[in-house]
């Protein structure tokens, strides 16, 4: 309704039909007359451009002005979010908006942020409305504030405020502080379970990633009430009841209290055991394709044995999964009892609904603001306008995690509207850092300035090919290298990895001199995929071994330099077969890595055959805990006639071979006192990883304790079990922020007179 004053030269049009209706009884409602435009004239606009409410507006000159174009013409210019009053007035045959545009935010800050980084604070209140050169609106600015306390309450800052301070300035300008006092987290001082009668109460809260303040709870934080964890450690409490046979479990009531000040939390929940159930058959229901014995051979339920919980969802994902490698993705299974309360018995029956068959229509990636969709297509296994398979699908997940791109991947099957026979796949992936870099330097009289950094990425430039190079200016230790592998060099995912290096080497021995040794070097190795779990690697390179300074070089390099002379040059292959089948790269608990090598120096002065072989597996205990071995041989031979080359040698010693003893300084020393290794080796690890107490289910931070036993001979000298060293100790592991991390303290349990010990030794970047 256009409100027109009779006592006014001008004819105000209202800006709100509310207020139309508001002000109706005190003024009197008359309809303009339609007339033809001969012109619109804007006032009250500071910094809006013209013609951003010209755009916006209906009618052009020359239009005929009715009632609805100015109502219409109203709501666009409100709608634009840039004013907060807006009036339409006729002069004549002159169509006057008179705008009130809102105030513009000229910054936002924060005062007092220490619980969350500032730039993602920043983007998401931007995505919400609040930002520089935003509109400013108060209404959401009080939202916004709400929003913050309520992500304090989250992270268990319950004392936390926000005060928001808005300051007007210059130009119809305004500044937003948001002040925080966040005060100290809540810590939660007692977690109590009542009504426990089978097992004790301390047993059942162990499952709990939640925990009471302890020793190590300042660096896991699990003792930081949220609600979230307390539904998940509810879920496991009911599970722990529910494998055990205990159907009719229930949790009664959970309260959570805080004192007065804020600081501590307690936690107490009541349950209800009821009685155990035996289950004394399993039949299935409903429609499985005629293949009911296939289905029945995936029941992990037997009659007589415990009512299992987590048995009965098994069972309905296998059923899940092996409809979908029919193409049945939308199959219903309900598992359902029949609970006889006398006996204490129960009948299981799964009920299946297979649906439709459904092919993929397309696939979808979304969440890989950096990784390119290619390197993310190429690993999937089910293809587009093909017939969905639920085990090709799972294939291409698991593919999609080896890479070590994504901290979490989710594939959503959605239905395609108006097509029954179609499904989208949507693949969510959140993307992790995939690159390291590493800077150093020292100074000793020795050496002077060092200086030594490494950078690799995994994923350069979101392309999947890894980059590495590593620098050292040590006066000992001198080396530039450079190694690049394009995993998909073809289309058919054959693997091509390049390197170069040049490294200069001048080790020291018992006499306090040194002997120069300078190795450039360079490879091409291709790998071949031949299964999805196997890679053959085939390969040549050139390496040089150039013997310069010789003071105190070793008899063994006088014996080398007296065959070959002082440059040397071999052109070999390689060739490898390798398995990865661990649960994780960085923090395994399962599975089992198998790796063979062989290289084969065939031209040039020095020719050798080098052979590795290495094989770990990793076992889940209870309690959380983790047994792993690693076992390891190398052999090496000279050809035509020669020794194998001593730049060729195995080393053993310290992390990685038999831990306690010196970093490589077991196997043959030379008279000179220097440690060269030699051609045999054998090391076997074994570790039980410890969760640390207090981390709940993290596996990030571990203790183990380790046995380790190993040598290295000479290529003529007899491997023997009697001249093996062994040792053992305890150790910390840690993902920390610059690679896995190993600390260990060991003893030596078999030694010889002339070992060097090194109890204490750590290392980054090692499974073992």
């Known amino acids: 309704m256009l409100l027109v004053s009779p006592f006014a030269p001008l004819r105000p049009v209202a800006a709100w039909v509310v207020m139309a209706v508001a002000a109706a009884a005190s003024l009197p409602a008359q309809a303009v007359e339609p007339f033809v435009i001969k012109d619109i004239r804007v006032e009250g606009l500071q910094r809006t451009d013209p013609g951003t409410v010209f755009a916006a507006l209906p009618f052009r000159i020359g239009d005929t002005y009715t009632d609805d174009k100015g109502a219409a013409a109203l709501r666009a210019l409100f709608a634009t979010g840039l004013f907060k009053d807006v009036r339409i007035e006729v002069d004549k045959d002159v169509a006057v908006l008179i705008v009130d545009e809102r105030s513009i935010i000229a910054a936002v800050a924060f005062v007092g942020l220490k619980e969350f980084d500032k730039e993602p604070l920043t983007k998401s209140l931007r995505d919400a409305g609040i930002g520089e050169g935003l509109p400013f609106d108060r209404a959401v600015i009080d939202r916004a504030e709400q929003e913050i306390k309520r992500q304090y309450l989250s992270r268990s800052l319950y004392g936390a405020e926000v005060v928001t301070t808005v300051t007007p300035m210059e130009r119809n300008r305004v500044s937003v502080t948001f002040t925080m006092t966040e005060g100290e987290a809540a810590r939660i001082s007692g977690i109590r379970i009542v009504g426990a009668t089978l097992v004790s109460a301390s047993t059942l809260t162990d499952l709990f990633e939640l925990t009471p303040s302890g020793w190590f709870t300042w660096y896991s934080e699990t003792d930081r009430y949220s609600r979230t964890k307390l539904n998940s450690d509810l879920e496991k409490l009911r599970a722990y009841y529910f494998n055990r046979g205990y159907l009719e479990f229930a949790i009664e009531s959970t309260q959570v209290t805080i004192s007065p000040d804020k600081q501590t939390i307690s936690v107490a929940i009541s349950i209800k055991e009821g009685q155990p159930y035996t289950v004394t058959s399993v039949r299935l229901e409903g429609d499985y394709l005629g293949k009911e014995e296939e289905f029945r051979s995936r029941v992990l339920l037997r009659p007589g044995q415990p009512y299992r919980g987590d048995a009965v969802t098994e069972t309905s994902r296998r059923f899940q999964d092996l409809f979908g490698l029919y193409g049945y993705a939308f199959a219903r299974i309900e598992p359902r009892t029949e609970i006889d309360r006398a006996s204490g018995q129960v009948a299981m029956v799964f009920s299946a609904e297979p649906q439709r068959r459904v092919y993929v229509r397309r696939i979808d990636v979304a969440g890989n603001s950096r990784t390119r969709d290619e390197v993310v297509r190429r690993e999937f296994r089910q293809l587009e306008s093909a017939w969905y ?89 001198r080396t530039l290298a450079v190694r690049t592998v394009n995993p998909y060099w073809t289309v058919d995912g054959i693997s091509l990895a390049l390197s170069g290096s040049y490294r200069t080497s001048r080790p020291l021995n018992f006499l306090g001199d040194s002997y120069e040794l300078r190795t450039p070097g360079a490879s091409a190795i291709f790998g071949v995929p031949f299964s999805e779990y196997d890679t053959v690697f085939l390969g040549l390179g050139w390496e040089r071994t150039e013997l310069g300074t010789s003071v105190g070089l070793p008899l063994a390099w006088l014996n080398y330099r007296a065959l070959y002379g002082n440059t040397t040059d071999s052109l070999y292959a390689s060739v490898g077969w390798q398995r990865d089948g661990r649960d994780s790269l960085l923090v395994p608990s399962a599975g089992r890595y198998q790796r063979v090598n062989f290289d084969w120096g065939f031209l040039g002065e020095v020719k050798y055959l080098r052979t590795n072989l290495q094989y770990q597996e990793y076992w889940p205990l209870p309690w959380r805990l983790t047994l792993g071995v690693n076992a390891e041989v190398g052999i090496g031979k000279g050809l035509g006639g020669k020794p194998f080359p001593v730049f060729k040698n195995f080393t053993g010693g310290g992390l990685g071979t038999v831990r306690a003893f010196e970093q490589g300084s077991l196997g043959v020393i030379d008279p000179t006192g220097a440690y060269i290794g030699g051609a045999r080796r054998f090391n076997a690890n074994t570790e039980l990883y410890f969760p640390v107490p207090g981390t709940g289910n993290d596996r990030t931070l571990r203790i183990f304790a380790f046995a380790d036993t190993g040598n290295v001979w000479r290529e003529d000298e007899k491997v023997s079990a009697s001249s093996l060293r062994a040792s053992a100790g305890i150790g910390l592991s840690w993902v920390s922020p610059v690679g896995p991390l190993k600390l260990s303290w060991g003893k030596p349990l078999r030694v010889q007179r002339n070992d060097r010990i090194q109890r204490f030794q750590f290392q980054i970047g090692t499974a073992f």
């Open 389 to 477: 398979d639920g085990g090709l699908i799972k294939l291409s997940k698991e593919r999609l995690e080896r890479l070590g791109y994504f901290k979490d991947i989710e594939v959503e099957t959605s239905e395609v509207a108006g097509a029954p026979d179609q499904v989208d796949l949507v693949v969510n992936l959140t993307e992790k850092p995939t690159g390291n870099l590493a800077i150093g330097a020292g100074y000793s009289n020795a050496e002077k300035l060092t200086f030594n950094a490494s950078i690799s990425q995994d994923n350069a430039f979101g392309s999947g090919n890894s980059l590495g190079i590593e620098v050292n200016t040590s006066r000992f230790q």
